[in-house]
């Protein structure tokens, strides 16, 4: 079975720029999660998905979205970028349908902005 | 509030000796617990999870650790390290309902000396 992809692997953009990163999960897995990770503050929660449905969301700006289209493929866009923004985006899929599936990693987009 | 504590941000130890990596965990309620390992360039990898049950668990890799409420810790441990172990280890709690908001630590950079 196919692990869990992102594309692209690298991302290099200027601030007020925007960005859309993809995420596409393993097949049968309908659950897509999205992490932002930076030095020192380790793995911060962005937004999960679930069959096209936000069902779970951070504490993050609303310069951060996200969608999931039909075939559980993920996308993440962030607008107005920030140099604050420079991290490694990592996405996370599970099959979603009880407590405590294991989340699966993608090796992560890292965007940095300068 | 919710939280996830590695007090320990970098460990350095000799090949061939043991291993114990420290989480502890300000929650509602007894929460899911894992650990995960991510090598460089790579995602995080599911080492074990604690659901319910005996509290000590076994993974992958020989790791095991062992959740103790009284002290709101599950520490991770190995009773003999290999280079290959040179990672970083992140410790993260996630609600016993169906959500993925996953609360992570901020990781432990693991070193091991030939």
Redesign the interface.
């Known amino acids: 079975k196919a692990g869990?992809t992102q594309t692209p692997r690298y991302l290099i953009k200027t601030r007020g720029q925007q960005v859309t990163l993809s995420c596409s999960p393993i097949s049968g897995h309908r659950?897509v999660?999205w992490?932002q990770q930076t030095p020192?503050?380790?793995?911060?929660?962005l937004f999960?998905y679930f069959s096209e449905t936000q069902?779970?969301k951070?504490n993050f700006p609303g310069r951060f979205s996200g969608r999931q289209f039909s075939n559980s493929r993920s996308e993440m866009n962030v607008s107005t970028l920030e140099l604050g923004d420079s991290a490694l985006y990592?996405c996370?899929s599970?099959p979603?349908?009880?407590?405590?599936?294991?989340?699966?990693?993608?090796?992560?987009t890292r965007l940095t902005v300068l | 509030a919710q939280s996830v504590t590695q007090p320990d941000i970098h460990i350095t130890v000799s090949e061939g000796a043991s291993l114990e990596l420290r989480c502890n965990y300000s929650y509602g309620a007894t929460p899911y617990l894992f650990w995960y390992v991510q090598s460089p360039g790579q995602g995080l990898q599911l080492l074990l999870k604690y659901f319910s049950g005996d509290t000590l668990v076994q993974g992958i890799k020989g790791f095991e650790a062992e959740f103790k409420r009284s002290q709101s810790s599950f520490n991770l441990r190995k009773p003999s390290v290999h280079w290959s172990d040179a990672a970083e280890y992140f410790c993260a709690v996630g609600p016993k309902r169906l959500a993925y908001k996953y609360i992570f630590g901020t990781g432990t950079r693991l070193k091991v000396l030939a």
């Open positions: 869990v659950s999660s992490y020192g503050q380790g793995l911060q929660f999960e069902r779970n951070g990592l996370a599970s979603g349908t009880s407590q405590g599936n294991e989340q699966f990693f993608g090796p992560g």
